[in-house]
């Protein structure tokens, strides 16, 4: 994962004049294309999944502790899209600050693509998310 503008300042302004604060939470979105270094650009609307909007649409992640310049998620992530929402292709994800607005914090590109529909959700076992510093 990359950390974006956002993220990239809140690290720095953190390790090096000790302003930066630590998110209280942090929540996982879900993309259908580059959110780029913004981390605002395509992120599942309500035109491609009611369910994605309706439950606040990003999911609540914790992850461990740093090691060899790492964190991996902690807990487990699913998403079950709408009875009614057409299949659709996740390519990206996001760590936010906030369930819904909120800013972007870091954004990466899915190894593999995934379409998901009623049948089919979005999961993520623990540890198969990884915050790294490049």
Known sequence: MS???YGENLLLNWAFTATGTAPASLFIGLHIGDP???????????????AYTALAGRKAITFG????????SASAITHTPDA???AY???????WDAQTDGNCIM???????????NANPLSFAAGNIVAALE
């Open 89 to 95: 292709t996740v390519t990206h994800i996001s760590v």
């Open 3 to 5: 950390f974006t503008n």
């Open 36 to 50: 780029t270094e913004t981390g605002d650009k395509d992120e599942v609307l309500v035109a491609d999944d009611a």
């Open 65 to 72: 502790s740093s090691s060899i310049g790492q964190c991996l």
């Open 107 to 117: 954004y990466g590109e899915l190894a593999v693509p995934r379409t998901i529909d």
């Open 84 to 86: 009614t929402a057409t």
